[in-house]
C-alpha cells in the first residue's frame, strides 16, 4: 500500500483549483443580519505601556478573567507575587522587540474582528444560546498561542507572524509551525469552539471514534466558516488535500483491510490522528492526522445523507451510528 500513494497530475490539481475559483462563495445575509459588533481588548498594549508594576497590578484587577484563565493567578500566592514576574517579563529586551514586531505585523485588528464577528452570527443562528466570550489579544512570548474557554477568548498574536518572520515559535516541527500564519486563527478559534458543542460518549474510544469527533469538529467549522479555505481548516496545503483525494479509495481500502475503524489501542489510534509529518502506515507522502480527514468525509455524508440540521449533528454521539449512516464510500 505504501507504494501505491499517488500524486495528482498538475492537469488534476488545476481542475481542481478552478473548481473552486468558479464557485464564489457569498455568506448568507439572513444570518449576517444579526452580526455582533465585537470589542477586541489588545491586552499588549496595555502591558507593554505600563510605567511601573502598580499599573501591571491594576491591568490584573480590571480584567480578571484573563488574569485567572490565561495568567493563572490562582496557581500564585498573590496577584502582587504575579505582577512583579510579570514586570520582569516586561522589561525584557528581546520581549519589547517582540511586541514592537507584532505591533507592525498588526498595527489594527480590523479584518480579525469583522471574520469573528461573522463567525459568531453563524454559531448564534445555529445555536441560540451561544454567549460570545471576552475577546482579547496579547504576546505571551511563545507561551501559549490560543485559549478559548466559554467565557474568554486571548489570542497571543505573537505566534501568528508570518512564516517568514525571524521570530517563530520555538520547538516546533515545520509541520505544525507552518499552521501559525493569520489565516488560521479564526478557523483555530471556531475548532476550539466546536468542543461545546461535540457531545461524545466516553465509552466509545475506538480510532473510529476519535475520527468521528474530528470530523464533527471540522464539519461544525465549515459550516460556521463556509467560505474559508479547507486548507486553513484540516491544516493541509492545497496540495496535500488534492492528494488524498487523488489517494481516497487507497486510504479506505487501508482502514477497510487492516480493520482499524474499531482499534482501541491508543499507540495504533495516534499514528492516523496524532500529529505527525506524515502517515507513514499509508506511505510516505500520506500527510499526517490523515483519520481526521477521512473522519470529516464520513460526517459530511451522513449528515447530507440525512438532511440533519448543524445542531442535530452535533448533539449525535453515537459514533458508530454516524459510521453505518453515513453511506460514505470513496469518490471515484
Same mark, same amino acid.
Given at each position: ?75 500564585? *500566592?498573590?496577584?502582587? !507575587? &504575579? ?22 505585523? @498588526? ?13 459568531? *452570527?453563524?454559531?448564534?443562528? @445555529? ?8 475577546? @482579547? ?9 490560543? %485559549?478559548?474557554?466559554? =467565557? ?5 498574536? =505573537?505566534?501568528?507572524?508570518?512564516? $517568514? ?17 493569520? =489565516? ?15 457531545? $461524545? ?7 473510529? *471514534? !476519535? ?9 461544525? #467549522? ?14 493541509? #496545503? ?9 489517494? !481516497?479509495?487507497? %486510504?479506505?481500502?487501508? /482502514? ?5 475503524? /474499531? !482499534? ?11 500529529? *505527525? ?35 442535530? &449533528? ?19
Amino acid at each position: 500500500m505504501k507504494d501505491t500513494w499517488i500524486w495528482p497530475l498538475f492537469f488534476f490539481f488545476f481542475l481542481y483549483s478552478c473548481k473552486q475559483e468558479q464557485k464564489p462563495c457569498e455568506l448568507d445575509e439572513e444570518i449576517l443580519a444579526v452580526r455582533p459588533t465585537l470589542t477586541i481588548e489588545r491586552l499588549e498594549d496595555a502591558f507593554f505601556e505600563a510605567a511601573d508594576q502598580a499599573e501591571i497590578l491594576y491591568l490584573l484587577e480590571a480584567h480578571p478573567l484573563f488574569a485567572e484563565k490565561y495568567l493563572l493567578v490562582n496557581s500564585y *500566592a498573590s496577584k502582587e !507575587e &504575579l505582577a512583579e514576574e510579570l514586570w520582569i517579563i516586561h522589561q525584557d529586551s528581546i520581549m519589547v522587540e517582540l511586541y514592537e514586531e507584532v505591533k507592525n505585523e @498588526y498595527p489594527n485588528i480590523d479584518s480579525l474582528r469583522e471574520e469573528l464577528e461573522n463567525a459568531f *452570527a453563524h454559531i448564534s443562528y @445555529y445555536f441560540p444560546e451561544f454567549k460570545i466570550p471576552k475577546i @482579547y489579544t496579547f504576546v505571551s512570548g511563545f507561551s501559549s498561542d490560543i %485559549v478559548v474557554t466559554e =467565557d474568554i477568548i486571548v489570542i497571543g498574536l =505573537d505566534y501568528y507572524l508570518p512564516p $517568514t518572520h525571524r521570530f517563530q515559535p520555538p520547538d516546533l516541527p515545520q509541520y505544525i509551525s507552518k499552521r501559525y500564519d493569520r =489565516d488560521y486563527i479564526v478557523p483555530n478559534i471556531v475548532t476550539a469552539i466546536s468542543s461545546f458543542f461535540n457531545e $461524545t460518549d466516553l465509552n466509545q474510544n475506538s480510532l473510529l *471514534a !476519535e475520527m468521528i469527533f474530528y470530523g464533527k469538529a471540522y464539519h461544525f #467549522t465549515k459550516s460556521i466558516l463556509p467560505c474559508t479555505s479547507d486548507a486553513f481548516i484540516i491544516g493541509y #496545503t492545497p496540495e496535500e488535500i488534492a492528494a488524498c483525494w487523488a489517494n !481516497e479509495e487507497f %486510504v479506505w481500502a487501508h /482502514f477497510v483491510e487492516n480493520e482499524l475503524f /474499531f !482499534e482501541t489501542n491508543p499507540f495504533e489510534i495516534r499514528k492516523y490522528t496524532g500529529e *505527525a509529518p506524515f502517515t507513514d502506515e499509508i506511505s510516505p507522502d500520506a500527510p499526517g492526522r490523515i483519520g481526521r480527514w477521512l473522519g470529516w468525509n464520513i460526517v459530511d455524508d451522513y449528515r447530507f445523507n440525512h438532511t440533519l440540521s448543524l445542531r442535530d &449533528l452535533m448533539k449525535e454521539s453515537d459514533k458508530n451510528k454516524i459510521f453505518r449512516q453515513s453511506g460514505y464510500k470513496p469518490r471515484r
